[in-house]
């Protein structure tokens, strides 16, 4: 079966977040070898682009609850015309 658009999205966040702890993880006690500024770069994109995903999820969610209460009010209309 095939992954809704709202799943990859979902499971793109989880990933991201996953990877955005371990990196903040590693800025709480960083090896000498860890450059702290590209760490503390790495983790500001890493949110960024959370928080646009999350505006996406945000977004398809509101659209699909708008579709289901327009065709529970309406169950005769027929979209594919």
Known sequence: MAKTEEQELSEQIER???ELKRY???LVNPPSW???KILADTIYQLEAEISE???QLESHLL???MF?????AMPNLNIAD
Do not use: E, F, G, R
């Open 16 to 18: 991201l977040y996953s």
């Open 24 to 26: 903040k993880k590693a």
């Open 34 to 36: 860890v450059n702290t």
């Open 53 to 55: 995903l999350n505006a």
């Open 63 to 65: 659209i699909l609850m």
């Open 68 to 72: 289901n209460c327009v065709t529970a």
